[in-house]
């Protein structure tokens, strides 16, 4: 096979002061026609900003220090350092495409989403308009966009998550490029539709005989579709080769930590605290890890905590002239299920299942519809405000997206020490000033976090924050929504590790909430699966994931990718 693109000691830094700081070092790679060649690696290794430097949409303030990136085309090589902006336009999208990580904030919000892959082709190839459309339409059916004339004119706040992915693949392969780059293309979403994304890619790749540079941080992924699997650390390229070798009989011991970082979903009764990269980067004494005693496959002999009757929450979505509901979609359809103190209940289901309006449901930050939900036997539901902020203190929320849900203008510190103020927790500001330092401390982060900023924080960083901010005023249950889907394999160890420590510490009960099954059947003593609204089955985790009934549930096991 010819070779198609080849990146040679390629050495990307950022100036800081007079210093230059190096964050890609000598990086060399070359992709063959019609391979698919997979770049792995945690958050801040190097993998996205060596795909940007390809497209030469790197930020202003990085920048090439040295190396080439040659293009071969069948006209001849082309030097894509050397290339004008005006010269780079001709390339991207015509001969590569990408595939962004989120498509929400890579689309134009104001734009239909057909207009959008229309504006692809008609900048590459003197088509009419009428032409570009039939193209478009074509593209949507081939990546399986549902109802594509309404799908063309809609706005892309208007699909969903795996519904805007599939618009951005098919804006990325409009034109049918020879190498279609794909930074995380299934990041955040539930396992049914990476897995559909995933064979959607490949299905494409075959047809257009495309290359393809595939970047993720889960090697699970990697090994269902990479021919060759590269392996970046602090911006070096530490391991490299065919995708069986590198995953079977790793050569690194990081990729041998990356691999042990990832959660399995087979049955534990005594579960292992996960390895991290730094653990398994350690000396061999420093790697001996504790376990952790599950109650699956039994009852947990506790008191029932909260329990769930008949809760149905349902969203308008058709009004008359007059403002009567004419249409509503039902998010959670009469939900029954009990959580016990001090277990973790886990709650699976795709993107639109119902899960975080459940979970948003039981502290009313969404209004019923009708049904009951009872804390230690008590109804919670149309409550004072008073009452309702007794709840809250007993009740919290760690969101999936912490950076969101902290205020950017306001120190970490006075976010721990304003919850407790609110709820009137500790007799004044300078003993909430010190419990709020001590959780810092007990969730991993240095005492001088207390007078920094969210934006100064890493993305596990924050989300051990947001951790401590739920810890702030002393709950007894503690909602997790997706709370570890955005992280990388390492980061995402050590918060479930944490949530573990503090499950055991302060005696606390987890309702933990999301679409990855391996995640959720390591955390879970026991599990609900949920699907258009309604809860399809219910039991230990080890029995539905060994032994699952309803055919949903083999559905989502089914699409689970392993190494």
């Given at each position: ?6 990146l040679n000691?390629?050495?990307?830094s950022?100036?800081?002061?007079r210093e ?15 391979e698919?060649?997979?770049i ?6 190097g ?10 949409l790197?930020?202003p ?13 069948p006209?001849g ?6 290339l ?23 689309l ?12 692809i ?6 088509v009419?308009p009428?032409?570009a459309?039939e193209r ?7 990546v399986?966009?549902?109802?594509i004339?309404?799908?063309?004119n ?6 969903s998550g795996?519904?805007?992915q599939?618009?951005m693949?098919a804006?990325?392969?409009a ?16 396992v049914?539709?990476?897995k559909?994304i995933?064979e ?5 790749k ?6 393809m540079?595939?970047i993720s941080?889960d ?9 060759r ?11 490299e080769g ?7 009989n ?5 990729t041998?930590?990356l691999l ?5 979903h087979?049955?534990?009764?005594e ?5 991290t990269?730094n ?12 376990t952790?005693?599950?109650n699956?496959?039994?009852k947990?002999?506790y ?8 809760l149905?929450?349902?969203f308008?979505t058709?009004r008359?002239l007059f ?12 939900a ?14 795709g ?5 975080t309006t ?5 502290l ?8 009951e939900?009872f804390?230690?036997?008590k ?8 009452e309702?902020?007794k709840?809250?203190?007993?009740i ?25 103020q ?34 100064e ?23 997790c ?7 990388d394999?390492?980061v ?10 503090l499950?055991?510490?302060f ?16 955390m879970?003593d ?16 080890a029995?539905?994931?060994?032994n699952?009934?309803?055919?949903y ?5 089914g699409?689970?990718?392993?190494v």
């Amino acid at each position: 096979m010819a070779e198609l693109l080849s990146l040679n000691n390629l050495e990307i830094s950022i100036a800081k002061g007079r210093e230059k700081i190096s964050l890609v070092k000598n990086i060399s790679l070359t992709m063959e026609e019609g391979e698919t060649i997979g770049i792995a690696g945690e958050s801040g290794s190097g993998k996205s900003i060596t795909a940007l430097s390809v497209m030469k949409l790197l930020p202003p303030a990085l920048k090439i220090s040295s190396g080439s990136i040659d293009l071969n085309l069948p006209t001849g090589k082309i030097d894509m350092r050397a290339l004008k902006d005006q010269e780079m336009c001709k390339i991207r999208g015509k001969h590569i495409g990408m595939i962004f990580q989120e498509p929400m904030t890579s689309l134009n919000p104001a734009m239909r989403c057909g207009k959008q892959v229309t504006e692809i082709i008609r900048l590459h190839e003197a088509v009419q308009p009428k032409e570009a459309r039939e193209r478009v339409l074509s593209l949507f059916n081939e990546v399986k966009l549902p109802d594509i004339v309404k799908t063309y004119n809609k706005y892309p706040h208007e699909l969903s998550g795996g519904q805007r992915q599939r618009v951005m693949i098919a804006m990325a392969v409009a034109c049918n490029p020879k190498i279609l780059i794909a930074d995380e293309p299934t990041t955040a979403l539930d396992v049914t539709v990476q897995k559909s994304i995933l064979e959607l890619l490949a299905g494409l790749k075959e047809k257009y005989n495309m290359s393809m540079l595939l970047i993720s941080h889960d090697l699970g992924i990697l090994a269902s579709i990479a021919d060759r699997i590269a392996l970046m650390y602090k911006g070096e390229l530490v391991e490299e080769g065919k995708a069986k070798q590198v995953l079977q009989n790793p050569s690194h011991p990081y990729t041998r930590a990356l691999l042990a970082c990832r959660p399995d979903h087979k049955h534990y009764t005594e579960v292992p605290v996960l390895p991290t990269v730094n653990t398994e980067l350690s000396a061999p004494e420093e790697k001996i890890l504790p376990t952790v005693v599950k109650n699956e496959g039994e009852k947990p002999q506790y008191s029932i905590i909260l329990e769930v009757k008949d809760l149905q929450t349902s969203f308008v979505t058709k009004r008359n002239l007059f403002g009567k509901t004419k249409e509503e979609f039902f998010a959670v359809n009469n939900a029954n299920f009990e959580v016990f103190e001090n277990e973790t209940l886990g709650i699976v289901g795709g993107s639109g299942s119902g899960k975080t309006t459940l979970g948003r449901t039981i502290l009313s930050l969404v209004n019923s519809r009708r049904g009951e939900i009872f804390y230690r036997n008590k109804s919670i539901l149309n409550l004072s405000s008073s009452e309702e902020k007794k709840i809250r203190r007993k009740i919290q929320i760690i969101f999936q997206d912490p950076y969101s849900s902290l205020n950017p203008r306001i120190k970490i510190g006075n976010s721990l020490t304003e919850a407790m103020q609110v709820h009137e927790i500790y007799k004044n500001a300078a003993v909430r000033k010190a419990e709020a330092r001590q959780l810092l401390e007990i969730v991993g982060l240095p005492g001088e976090a207390f007078e920094k900023y969210p934006h100064e924080f890493s993305g596990g960083q924050r989300q051990r924050i947001g951790i401590a901010r739920a810890l702030a005023v002393k709950p007894e249950l503690i909602i997790c929504d997706e709370m570890v889907s955005a992280l990388d394999v390492s980061v995402q160890a050590q918060v479930l590790n944490l949530l573990n420590q503090l499950k055991s510490e302060f005696g606390l009960t987890y309702l933990f909430i999301s679409h990855d099954l391996a995640v959720v059947r390591y955390m879970a003593d026991r599990l609900i699966v949920m699907d258009k609204g309604q809860i399809v089955e219910t039991g230990d985790a080890a029995s539905i994931m060994d032994n699952p009934q309803h055919p949903y549930t083999k559905t989502l096991i089914g699409s689970l990718t392993t190494v």
